[in-house]
């Protein structure tokens, strides 16, 4: 249905990069990292080009939920960007690995259970 499935699509892939950039930072591939990263970044704005589209075509469904859903969604990648930079900088990344996970399961349950397509 519309493009559900190329979101469902990105924000997979974007999650698999994310753990490959994250493999790397810490086994010391600062090249490789950097370029999973960058990869990476351009699949947050696919997500949110996805998401986007998805958003204008179907918030009059329900405004409010769709408003928090689209917020929820930046702020998962918001989190994924924060815990790469962070990592890389040598700095603590617990809160956003807790904050991540929360928006994360927020988002699959707004998306999968409550909006409706
Ligand atoms: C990593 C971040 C994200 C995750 C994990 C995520 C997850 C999901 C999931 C599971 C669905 C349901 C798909 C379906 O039922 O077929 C969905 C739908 C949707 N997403 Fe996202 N999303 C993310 C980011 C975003 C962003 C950044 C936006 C807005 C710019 C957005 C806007 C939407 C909209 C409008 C829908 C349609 C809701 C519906 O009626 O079911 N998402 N997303």
Known sequence: MYTTHAHITTWVVA??????ALALYKSGNSKGSKIVHMILRLFYILII???A??????QSIDPALYGIKMLDGLLVIGMLEM???????G??????WILMIIFFIIALYL???????
């Open 15 to 20: 999650l698999i990069l994310f753990f490959v």
């Open 49 to 51: 080009v996805t998401g």
């Open 53 to 58: 589209f998805l958003f204008f075509k179907f």
């Open 83 to 89: 815990i790469l930079v962070r990592l890389k900088k």
């Open 91 to 96: 700095k603590g990344t617990g809160l956003f």
């Open 111 to 117: 998306g999968f259970v409550k909006l409706p397509l």
